[in-house]
């Protein structure tokens, strides 16, 4: 979509097994199918979402990179590093974008180690416990943010 605001959706370590791991948190989509939504979504919505995964840490940090100068805004479900990497957070503090942490389980409700978030104090919002439906509400809260 020429012209039209770029979001880049970034997906972390063992995100790219959806549709395979546990369906009580994750549901049952496959990344794919996860990521074709929430694009369309976007599209309908005037936005180019690019999407991406890696289970390679150095490699999102420099996904995050790159994305400070080719997009307006972040969705970042980084998987488990959500809870320890700061090399993650600092990327993402460099990008100076607003970004919306989404996480498809209720991580608040589950093992203690996963209510502590890295990224959470850099983000405009946190999603979590929605399903993909957070992914469609992230959307929504960048659309904001962006047009403020
Ligand atoms: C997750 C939650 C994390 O705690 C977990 O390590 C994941 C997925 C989520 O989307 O619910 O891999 O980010």
């Known amino acids: 979509m020429w012209g039209s605001a770029r979001i880049e959706l970034l997906h972390g370590v063992n ?9 009580t948190h994750y549901g049952s989509l496959t990344l794919t199918q996860l990521e074709a939504g929430v694009r369309q979504y976007a599209a309908a919505r005037g936005f180019q979402l690019s999407c991406f995964q890696t289970n390679h840490e150095g ?3 420099e996904r995050l990179h790159a994305a400070r100068d080719s997009v307006k805004g972040l969705i970042l479900n980084p998987g488990a590093w959500t809870h320890y990497s700061y090399a993650i957070r600092d990327a993402l503090e460099l990008t ?5 942490e989404v996480h498809l389980s209720d991580v608040q409700e589950r093992e ?7 990224i959470g104090e850099l983000c405009v919002a946190t999603v979590a416990g929605k399903g993909v439906d957070g992914y469609v ?11 403020s």
Do not use: C, T, W
């Open 15 to 23: 995100l790219d097994q959806l549709g395979s791991r546990d369906p």
């Open 59 to 61: 490699v999102y940090v």
């Open 96 to 100: 100076g974008l607003p970004a919306v």
């Open 112 to 118: 203690e180690f996963r209510r502590h978030s890295v």
């Open 137 to 147: 509400e992230a959307v929504e809260i960048l659309a904001k943010e962006m047009s």
